[in-house]
């Protein structure tokens, strides 16, 4: 999967994964606009998921 996402599809999948995982802050899902990958990271490692993991539910979103 591409991990480069326009701010729509981040809007769209930010909700997404707020619904699948509530302890995730604004903060924590604010657009880093270039910096998908580190975002991704950080997101995995707050939801105790790989980034492996996290992709394959990213891509079940979509």
């Not at 302890?23 to 997101?43: C, P, V």
Request: charged letters at 30%; a positive charge; proline letters at 2%.
């Amino acid at each position: 999967m591409n991990q480069k996402f326009t701010i729509v599809e981040w809007n769209h999948l930010k909700f997404a994964l707020k619904q699948n995982f509530p302890q995730l802050t604004k903060a924590d899902l604010e657009w880093r606009d270039g910096n998908t990958k580190d975002i991704l990271w950080l997101i995995s490692l707050k939801v105790g998921k790989s980034r492996k993991e996290l992709m394959a539910i990213i891509e079940q979103e979509n």
